[in-house]
Protein backbone atom coordinates (compact mmCIF):
# COMPACT_ATOMS: atom_id res chain seq x y z
CA UNK A 1 0.00 0.00 0.00
CA UNK A 2 1.92 3.37 -0.87
CA UNK A 3 1.65 5.92 1.73
CA UNK A 4 1.51 9.76 1.29
CA UNK A 5 2.76 11.86 4.03
CA UNK A 6 2.21 15.84 4.35
CA UNK A 7 3.68 17.98 6.26
CA UNK A 8 2.39 21.16 6.15
CA UNK A 9 4.72 24.17 7.62
CA UNK A 10 4.81 27.66 8.73
CA UNK A 11 8.03 29.27 9.86
CA UNK A 12 9.01 25.65 11.84
CA UNK A 13 12.40 25.85 9.46
CA UNK A 14 14.75 24.74 12.43
CA UNK A 15 12.48 21.66 13.27
CA UNK A 16 11.56 20.98 10.08
CA UNK A 17 14.85 18.39 9.16
CA UNK A 18 14.17 16.21 12.30
CA UNK A 19 10.37 15.38 11.06
CA UNK A 20 11.22 14.94 7.36
CA UNK A 21 14.49 12.49 9.00
CA UNK A 22 11.95 10.82 11.21
CA UNK A 23 10.16 9.90 8.17
CA UNK A 24 12.53 9.00 6.19
CA UNK A 25 13.57 6.69 8.86
CA UNK A 26 10.35 4.56 8.70
CA UNK A 27 10.45 0.45 8.44
CA UNK A 28 7.86 0.89 6.39
CA UNK A 29 8.78 3.46 3.59
CA UNK A 30 6.97 6.08 2.44
CA UNK A 31 6.46 6.46 -1.20
CA UNK A 32 6.05 10.61 -0.87
CA UNK A 33 6.87 12.92 1.07
CA UNK A 34 5.07 16.84 0.47
CA UNK A 35 6.11 19.80 2.27
CA UNK A 36 3.77 22.36 1.71
CA UNK A 37 5.18 26.01 3.20
CA UNK A 38 2.41 27.97 3.65
CA UNK A 39 4.27 30.80 3.09
CA UNK A 40 6.92 30.73 5.71
CA UNK A 41 9.24 33.97 6.04
CA UNK A 42 12.06 31.89 8.04
CA UNK A 43 14.39 29.45 6.41
CA UNK A 44 11.88 27.08 6.15
CA UNK A 45 12.08 27.21 2.39
CA UNK A 46 15.90 27.01 2.05
CA UNK A 47 15.40 23.96 4.58
CA UNK A 48 12.67 22.78 2.46
CA UNK A 49 14.49 22.45 -0.95
CA UNK A 50 17.62 20.99 0.65
CA UNK A 51 16.01 17.83 0.58
CA UNK A 52 16.02 17.77 -2.74
CA UNK A 53 14.25 15.25 -5.27
CA UNK A 54 13.43 12.94 -1.67
CA UNK A 55 10.67 15.74 -1.48
CA UNK A 56 7.92 17.13 -2.88
CA UNK A 57 8.35 20.75 -1.77
CA UNK A 58 5.36 23.33 -2.48
CA UNK A 59 5.31 26.65 -1.76
CA UNK A 60 1.78 28.94 -1.34
CA UNK A 61 0.93 31.90 0.45
CA UNK A 62 -0.45 32.12 4.12
CA UNK A 63 -3.67 30.69 4.59
CA UNK A 64 -3.64 28.45 7.92
CA UNK A 65 -3.37 24.72 8.72
CA UNK A 66 -5.96 23.71 7.11
CA UNK A 67 -5.34 25.29 3.90
CA UNK A 68 -1.79 23.68 4.00
CA UNK A 69 -2.75 20.19 4.56
CA UNK A 70 -5.60 20.59 1.75
CA UNK A 71 -2.85 21.31 -0.57
CA UNK A 72 -0.83 18.54 0.06
CA UNK A 73 -4.12 16.13 0.10
CA UNK A 74 -4.59 17.95 -4.22
CA UNK A 75 -1.25 16.96 -4.65
CA UNK A 76 -0.74 13.17 -2.58
CA UNK A 77 -1.20 9.81 -5.09
CA UNK A 78 -1.23 7.31 -2.26
CA UNK A 79 -3.63 4.94 -1.18
CA UNK A 80 -3.24 6.47 2.22
CA UNK A 81 -1.93 9.29 3.37
CA UNK A 82 -0.91 10.16 6.57
CA UNK A 83 -0.34 13.66 8.66
CA UNK A 84 2.86 14.86 10.18
CA UNK A 85 3.24 18.49 11.79
CA UNK A 86 6.60 20.28 11.18
CA UNK A 87 7.74 20.88 14.83
CA UNK A 88 7.42 17.43 15.61
CA UNK A 89 8.56 13.98 14.92
CA UNK A 90 7.43 10.33 14.17
CA UNK A 91 9.35 6.72 16.07
CA UNK A 92 10.73 4.82 13.61
CA UNK A 93 7.77 1.54 13.22
CA UNK A 94 4.94 4.15 13.39
CA UNK A 95 3.53 3.69 9.65
CA UNK A 96 4.67 -0.20 9.64
CA UNK A 97 1.60 -0.47 12.80
CA UNK A 98 -0.87 2.15 10.87
CA UNK A 99 -0.54 -0.09 7.53
CA UNK A 100 -0.94 -3.34 9.63
CA UNK A 101 -4.27 -2.26 10.64
CA UNK A 102 -5.23 -1.20 7.78
CA UNK A 103 -4.51 -4.59 6.00
CA UNK A 104 -5.82 -6.26 9.01
CA UNK A 105 -9.59 -4.65 9.32
CA UNK A 106 -11.21 -3.28 5.90
CA UNK A 107 -13.36 -1.80 7.73
CA UNK A 108 -11.15 0.87 9.07
CA UNK A 109 -10.63 4.44 7.54
CA UNK A 110 -8.47 6.41 10.32
CA UNK A 111 -5.66 4.80 12.26
CA UNK A 112 -4.34 7.25 15.24
CA UNK A 113 -1.81 6.33 17.80
CA UNK A 114 -1.24 7.64 21.47
CA UNK A 115 1.83 10.19 21.49
CA UNK A 116 4.90 11.86 23.85
CA UNK A 117 4.71 15.19 24.47
CA UNK A 118 8.62 16.06 23.99
CA UNK A 119 10.14 19.50 24.69
CA UNK A 120 11.87 22.18 22.29
CA UNK A 121 15.16 20.26 22.58
CA UNK A 122 12.89 16.88 21.74
CA UNK A 123 13.38 15.62 25.13
CA UNK A 124 10.44 13.22 26.61
CA UNK A 125 8.08 15.07 28.99
CA UNK A 126 5.39 12.29 28.84
CA UNK A 127 3.07 10.25 27.16
CA UNK A 128 -0.69 11.42 26.21
CA UNK A 129 -2.59 7.98 26.26
CA UNK A 130 -5.88 7.70 24.41
CA UNK A 131 -8.13 4.51 24.85
CA UNK A 132 -7.14 1.93 21.91
CA UNK A 133 -10.76 0.79 21.19
CA UNK A 134 -12.92 3.81 20.17
CA UNK A 135 -16.70 3.60 20.68
CA UNK A 136 -18.69 1.74 17.89
CA UNK A 137 -20.27 3.52 16.44
CA UNK A 138 -17.71 6.46 17.32
CA UNK A 139 -19.57 9.46 16.54
CA UNK A 140 -21.81 9.78 19.57
CA UNK A 141 -18.78 9.82 21.56
CA UNK A 142 -16.54 12.10 18.95
CA UNK A 143 -19.35 15.05 19.70
CA UNK A 144 -18.60 15.27 23.43
CA UNK A 145 -14.65 15.04 23.09
CA UNK A 146 -12.25 14.61 20.62
CA UNK A 147 -10.34 11.50 21.10
CA UNK A 148 -8.05 11.98 17.85
CA UNK A 149 -4.93 13.42 17.75
CA UNK A 150 -5.07 14.38 13.79
CA UNK A 151 -1.40 15.34 13.43
CA UNK A 152 -0.82 11.25 13.95
CA UNK A 153 -3.79 9.78 11.28
CA UNK A 154 -3.11 7.46 9.08
CA UNK A 155 -6.22 7.97 6.76
CA UNK A 156 -7.42 5.80 3.99
CA UNK A 157 -7.50 7.63 0.31
CA UNK A 158 -11.62 6.80 -0.01
CA UNK A 159 -12.51 8.03 3.27
CA UNK A 160 -10.86 11.34 1.61
CA UNK A 161 -12.95 11.17 -1.54
CA UNK A 162 -15.94 10.56 0.30
CA UNK A 163 -15.76 13.36 3.22
CA UNK A 164 -13.81 15.68 1.87
CA UNK A 165 -11.09 18.18 2.59
CA UNK A 166 -10.54 19.93 5.75
CA UNK A 167 -12.74 23.51 6.74
CA UNK A 168 -10.48 25.95 6.09
CA UNK A 169 -12.42 28.56 7.86
CA UNK A 170 -11.27 26.78 11.26
CA UNK A 171 -8.34 26.68 13.11
CA UNK A 172 -6.63 26.02 16.32
CA UNK A 173 -6.97 22.49 15.89
CA UNK A 174 -10.76 22.40 15.79
CA UNK A 175 -10.16 21.42 11.99
CA UNK A 176 -8.81 18.41 12.76
CA UNK A 177 -12.14 17.48 15.00
CA UNK A 178 -14.89 18.77 12.35
CA UNK A 179 -13.10 16.60 9.88
CA UNK A 180 -12.97 13.64 12.30
CA UNK A 181 -16.76 13.70 12.87
CA UNK A 182 -17.05 13.87 9.29
CA UNK A 183 -15.11 10.82 8.60
CA UNK A 184 -17.48 9.34 11.92
CA UNK A 185 -20.78 10.53 10.32
CA UNK A 186 -19.54 8.63 7.04
CA UNK A 187 -19.64 5.35 8.87
CA UNK A 188 -15.57 4.93 8.99
CA UNK A 189 -14.10 3.14 12.13
CA UNK A 190 -11.65 4.53 13.91
CA UNK A 191 -8.64 2.63 15.61
CA UNK A 192 -5.78 3.75 17.99
CA UNK A 193 -2.58 1.69 17.68
CA UNK A 194 -1.84 2.00 21.84
CA UNK A 195 2.07 2.57 21.48
CA UNK A 196 3.02 6.44 21.52
CA UNK A 197 4.40 6.60 18.03
CA UNK A 198 4.04 10.69 17.56
CA UNK A 199 6.29 13.19 19.27
CA UNK A 200 4.01 16.20 19.51
CA UNK A 201 6.70 18.93 20.55
CA UNK A 202 5.49 21.67 23.42
CA UNK A 203 6.67 25.15 22.17
CA UNK A 204 5.92 28.56 22.85
CA UNK A 205 5.01 29.27 19.08
CA UNK A 206 2.66 26.22 18.89
CA UNK A 207 -0.54 27.63 18.21
CA UNK A 208 -2.99 25.56 19.72
CA UNK A 209 -1.22 25.96 23.27
CA UNK A 210 -3.25 29.60 23.88
CA UNK A 211 -6.30 28.17 25.56
CA UNK A 212 -8.05 31.65 25.19
CA UNK A 213 -7.93 31.74 21.41
CA UNK A 214 -8.24 27.98 21.15
CA UNK A 215 -11.30 27.70 22.68
CA UNK A 216 -13.35 30.20 21.96
CA UNK A 217 -12.98 29.07 18.18
CA UNK A 218 -13.64 25.43 19.15
CA UNK A 219 -17.18 26.75 21.08
CA UNK A 220 -17.84 29.07 18.51
CA UNK A 221 -17.63 25.90 15.85
CA UNK A 222 -19.53 23.75 18.27
CA UNK A 223 -22.41 25.92 18.23
CA UNK A 224 -22.73 25.52 14.70
CA UNK A 225 -21.69 22.24 14.08
CA UNK A 226 -25.73 20.84 15.16
CA UNK A 227 -26.57 22.72 12.40
CA UNK A 228 -24.10 20.75 9.55
CA UNK A 229 -26.20 18.79 7.08
CA UNK A 230 -23.66 16.04 7.55
CA UNK A 231 -24.47 15.29 10.91
CA UNK A 232 -27.25 12.78 11.02
CA UNK A 233 -30.52 14.32 13.08
CA UNK A 234 -30.48 12.36 15.61
CA UNK A 235 -27.27 13.84 17.04
CA UNK A 236 -28.14 17.23 17.49
CA UNK A 237 -29.99 16.58 21.10
CA UNK A 238 -26.57 15.83 21.96
CA UNK A 239 -26.06 20.13 21.51
CA UNK A 240 -26.39 21.04 24.68
CA UNK A 241 -23.85 18.11 26.37
CA UNK A 242 -21.30 18.91 24.09
CA UNK A 243 -21.24 22.37 24.75
CA UNK A 244 -21.31 21.72 28.44
CA UNK A 245 -18.54 19.60 28.48
CA UNK A 246 -16.38 21.85 26.05
CA UNK A 247 -17.13 24.51 28.72
CA UNK A 248 -15.67 22.13 31.13
CA UNK A 249 -12.33 21.47 28.94
CA UNK A 250 -11.83 25.08 29.01
CA UNK A 251 -12.34 25.81 32.31
CA UNK A 252 -9.63 23.08 33.19
CA UNK A 253 -7.19 24.28 30.02
CA UNK A 254 -7.83 27.81 31.21
CA UNK A 255 -7.32 27.47 35.22
CA UNK A 256 -4.04 24.96 35.23
CA UNK A 257 -2.26 27.17 32.46
CA UNK A 258 -2.25 30.13 34.87
CA UNK A 259 -6.04 31.96 33.58
CA UNK A 260 -8.18 31.91 36.93
CA UNK A 261 -10.76 34.82 35.73
CA UNK A 262 -11.48 32.97 32.17
CA UNK A 263 -11.43 29.05 34.12
CA UNK A 264 -13.83 31.32 36.38
CA UNK A 265 -16.27 31.89 33.21
CA UNK A 266 -15.94 28.60 31.83
CA UNK A 267 -17.16 27.14 35.06
CA UNK A 268 -20.02 28.93 35.42
CA UNK A 269 -21.38 28.49 31.84
CA UNK A 270 -20.54 24.27 32.36
CA UNK A 271 -22.65 24.75 35.84
CA UNK A 272 -25.40 26.66 34.20
CA UNK A 273 -25.95 24.16 31.41
CA UNK A 274 -25.98 21.30 33.43
CA UNK A 275 -28.86 18.98 34.10
CA UNK A 276 -28.97 18.54 37.66
CA UNK A 277 -26.24 18.92 40.62
CA UNK A 278 -25.62 15.47 40.69
CA UNK A 279 -22.90 16.34 37.73
CA UNK A 280 -21.30 18.87 40.00
CA UNK A 281 -18.45 15.58 41.23
CA UNK A 282 -18.28 15.11 38.02
CA UNK A 283 -17.18 18.43 36.82
CA UNK A 284 -14.67 19.04 40.06
CA UNK A 285 -13.28 15.27 39.02
CA UNK A 286 -12.03 16.50 35.66
CA UNK A 287 -11.20 19.34 37.06
CA UNK A 288 -9.09 18.25 39.48
CA UNK A 289 -7.03 15.37 38.55
CA UNK A 290 -3.70 14.01 39.80
CA UNK A 291 -1.80 15.01 37.13
CA UNK A 292 -1.59 17.78 34.65
CA UNK A 293 0.42 18.70 31.81
CA UNK A 294 3.15 15.95 32.93
CA UNK A 295 3.60 16.49 36.23
CA UNK A 296 1.91 15.90 39.74
CA UNK A 297 -1.00 18.27 41.49
CA UNK A 298 0.12 19.02 45.34
CA UNK A 299 -2.55 19.20 47.86
CA UNK A 300 -2.57 23.18 48.42
CA UNK A 301 -3.01 23.46 44.20
CA UNK A 302 -5.86 20.98 44.66
CA UNK A 303 -7.62 22.86 47.23
CA UNK A 304 -7.28 26.13 45.65
CA UNK A 305 -8.95 24.69 42.56
CA UNK A 306 -11.76 23.16 44.36
CA UNK A 307 -12.41 26.68 46.13
CA UNK A 308 -12.65 28.24 42.83
CA UNK A 309 -15.12 25.97 41.58
CA UNK A 310 -17.18 26.63 44.96
CA UNK A 311 -16.53 30.03 44.56
CA UNK A 312 -18.51 29.72 40.87
CA UNK A 313 -21.45 27.77 42.65
CA UNK A 314 -21.90 30.34 45.26
CA UNK A 315 -21.71 33.38 42.12
CA UNK A 316 -24.29 30.84 40.27
CA UNK A 317 -28.04 31.34 39.65
CA UNK A 318 -30.37 28.59 40.73
CA UNK A 319 -33.89 28.20 40.11
CA UNK A 320 -34.14 26.91 43.98
CA UNK A 321 -31.81 28.05 46.72
CA UNK A 322 -31.81 24.40 47.48
CA UNK A 323 -29.90 23.67 44.39
CA UNK A 324 -27.17 25.98 45.52
CA UNK A 325 -27.04 24.19 48.91
CA UNK A 326 -27.34 20.64 47.36
CA UNK A 327 -24.68 21.76 44.65
CA UNK A 328 -22.23 22.68 47.62
CA UNK A 329 -22.90 19.69 49.44
CA UNK A 330 -22.08 16.81 46.47
CA UNK A 331 -18.73 19.25 45.87
CA UNK A 332 -17.82 19.09 49.29
CA UNK A 333 -17.62 14.97 49.64
CA UNK A 334 -16.00 14.78 45.71
CA UNK A 335 -13.37 17.45 47.23
CA UNK A 336 -12.67 15.09 49.84
CA UNK A 337 -12.21 11.94 47.38
CA UNK A 338 -10.32 14.32 45.04
CA UNK A 339 -7.82 15.35 48.28
CA UNK A 340 -7.73 11.35 49.36
CA UNK A 341 -6.95 10.32 45.76
CA UNK A 342 -4.36 12.85 45.69
CA UNK A 343 -2.59 12.29 49.00
CA UNK A 344 -2.45 8.38 48.45
CA UNK A 345 -0.25 6.70 48.61
CA UNK A 346 2.11 8.91 49.68
CA UNK A 347 0.34 10.04 52.92
CA UNK A 348 -2.20 7.07 53.80
CA UNK A 349 -3.45 8.48 57.09
CA UNK A 350 -4.60 11.69 55.04
CA UNK A 351 -6.18 9.96 52.16
CA UNK A 352 -8.35 7.62 55.07
CA UNK A 353 -9.49 11.15 56.56
CA UNK A 354 -10.60 12.45 53.38
CA UNK A 355 -12.41 9.20 52.60
CA UNK A 356 -13.88 8.91 55.85
CA UNK A 357 -15.22 13.13 55.29
CA UNK A 358 -16.34 12.30 52.17
CA UNK A 359 -18.47 9.77 53.28
CA UNK A 360 -20.14 11.89 56.29
CA UNK A 361 -20.90 14.05 53.81
CA UNK A 362 -22.40 12.57 51.06
CA UNK A 363 -22.87 8.78 51.85
CA UNK A 364 -24.58 8.14 48.81
CA UNK A 365 -21.39 8.16 46.86
CA UNK A 366 -21.20 4.42 48.63
CA UNK A 367 -24.59 3.10 48.44
CA UNK A 368 -25.36 3.75 44.75
CA UNK A 369 -23.58 1.40 42.89
CA UNK A 370 -23.00 3.14 39.53
CA UNK A 371 -21.43 6.12 41.55
CA UNK A 372 -19.03 3.70 43.77
CA UNK A 373 -18.34 1.49 40.41
CA UNK A 374 -17.42 5.12 38.70
CA UNK A 375 -15.21 6.36 41.55
CA UNK A 376 -13.74 2.53 41.86
CA UNK A 377 -12.35 2.78 37.96
CA UNK A 378 -11.23 6.36 38.23
CA UNK A 379 -8.67 5.70 40.93
CA UNK A 380 -7.58 2.87 39.84
CA UNK A 381 -6.65 4.10 36.20
CA UNK A 382 -5.10 7.05 37.15
Known amino acids: MKVSVIIPVYNQGKYLPEAVNSVLAQTYPASEIIIVDDGS??????????????????????????????TGLRAATGEAIALLDADDMWQPEKLECQIEVLRRYPDVGVVHTTFFRIDERGRYLYMVHDPAEMPDPALPAMLFRNYVCGASILVRRECLNRVGLQNEKIRYAAEDWEWSLRMASAGYKFHCVDKPLYCYRLHGGELSQDPRNAHAVTLDWLTQLFDQPWLPVEMRSHRDEAIRRAHRRAALDHYWKGFPAQAKCHLQQAISCACGVEWIGDL?????????YGRSISISEAENALECISEVIQDCTFAHKTERQRALRVLSAYSHLILARIASPSHPPQALLHLALATWRQPRIWLNRHIR?????????E
Open 373 to 381: ERIRRRWTT
Open 41 to 70: TDETEIVGRSFGARIHYIRQENHGPAAARN
Open 284 to 292: AWEFVPKRI
